[in-house]
């Protein structure tokens, strides 16, 4: 697979995206996997997703979270050369975190996201200062840039692994 570059990323949401909704299914992003060797059954996919159809930053998210698992199958052979490309692909994903654009990701960004993406997890109790907490090294209460790397590459400590 090659990388995609994020022009290529908004192109291609927008060719997906026929009818001009700001949505694409799960059937067409399928489709879109299968061309980029990424394969995946329609009901993997979906239950990946958590719905059936995604608006552009839900495919931004997504997208970033496919290329770090296959970037995850790659390290082995290609830690270097990834390596670069990866922080690009972690910067956009801030970018995403970071709503007001102050350079720093707060509690609320985080809430309000992940709750979005649907991987805010309401029954765990889960508090996003905690989240914070853990990976904010300067203690001001926010992420930076070096701090959310270090969440987007260290797994929490508490197990959360899908069921
Ligand atoms: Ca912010
Ligand atoms: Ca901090």
Redesign the pocket.
Known sequence: MSPISPDDLHRIFKNLDKNNKGLVSTQELHHLLEKIGIHTTLEELENFVGRTSLDYIDFLFFYDAMVKARMQEQEADDVHSSHDHHDNDLFKAFKVF?????????CE?LQSVLSRLGLWDKRSGQDCKDMIRVYDENSDG?LDFHEFKNMMSVPPTSDHSET
């Open positions: 970071d709503l007001n654009g102050d350079g720093y990701i707060s960004e926010v």
